[in-house]
């Protein structure tokens, strides 16, 4: 064996080759190859080795129009007779869209506000809050142990007071207000999503983790609202700053990485923006609040009364009705039938 020359390769077997110059010898994937394989790839994404001829990866076949989320949607079909792959019509209508969207509401309004790992959420914050108390109180009985000064408890409840006035304040279970009061939020969300064009990995399948992460999103920007071009797209509800999990606790608690808010903020705002979505009527999106009925305006967050209608947004008014207002329609009373009676 000597340095400084070519090898020459001759073949040996189907895997194995040696240089008839020096007497290296060459495997194909073996760890113990003096001389590596010279992996080259190929069109169809297969990697070679040039010196033996042997695919050393698997091949995968690659349709740079398909993706994981979309397979694993259903929108793609093995036909083994044809021995290809054909792709449905992609494109929702708007009552299958809206069925999607409202499930998917629902869930996400449960687990946030009425379930376990939201109970967990509400204790989680109180105890953070409780802590901060304690720590504020004992760094004050501390201070005044070692200057010898007399220890003035309402001072110290003062300096408490002071320093958790920017935290919210924790709130229970009755602080969380019937279902039917997010109803108005529900609409909002479903019909925003239902109209605009959002990005192609936004499929509208409840397993599509994407489009739920983008729901939650919206549940949280709903406490600001957005706003753009001089119109409400999605109307401000500043009690949802309120009873809302805290962002700090949403992947102890809820496994969801916080920068959802962020992604899913940036996603709607460049989607607005999109000439596409010229047919979206931002200005019939008003808020809940000045121009709302003041008749119909929940007092929950003073009262703890829910003065909410029941009512749920249902997929014929959704699809039927214009966008006059974000408020939901008041649904009439179902009244049979009169019978006429024969004189």
Known sequence: MYRGHTHVWSTITSECVGCTACGVVHVCSSSKNI????????????????????VVSSTSFFDPEASIAEYNAGHFHVHVDQHQHSRPNRTPSLMQKIEVLDRMMSSIVDLLFFSKQAQHARETERLRFNRKIASVFTAHVSRSRNSFAPCSIIDGIETCIESVSSYRRPIQHDDIPPVRHFTQLKRI???LLSRIE??????FTEQNEKMRNLIISLVYISSDGISFDGHVCLPKFPGLKKILPLELVLFRCF??????????ENVIKMSIKDPKNSHFDAHNMKT???????????????????TCTETSASTHTLLHSPLRSSSLPVHSEHRPAKIRRRK
């Open 198 to 203: 959002l990005p192609r990995q936004y499929i």
């Open 288 to 306: 809940n609040g000045d121009t709302a009925d003041p008749s119909r305006v929940c007092n929950f967050a003073t009262t703890n009364i829910c």
């Open 189 to 191: 969300i479903v019909e």
């Open 35 to 54: 001389v590596p394989c010279a992996i080259e790839q190929q069109d169809d994404s297969s990697c070679v080795c040039t010196y033996t001829g042997i």
């Open 255 to 264: 496994g969801i990485q916080p920068k959802i808010v962020t992604d899913g």
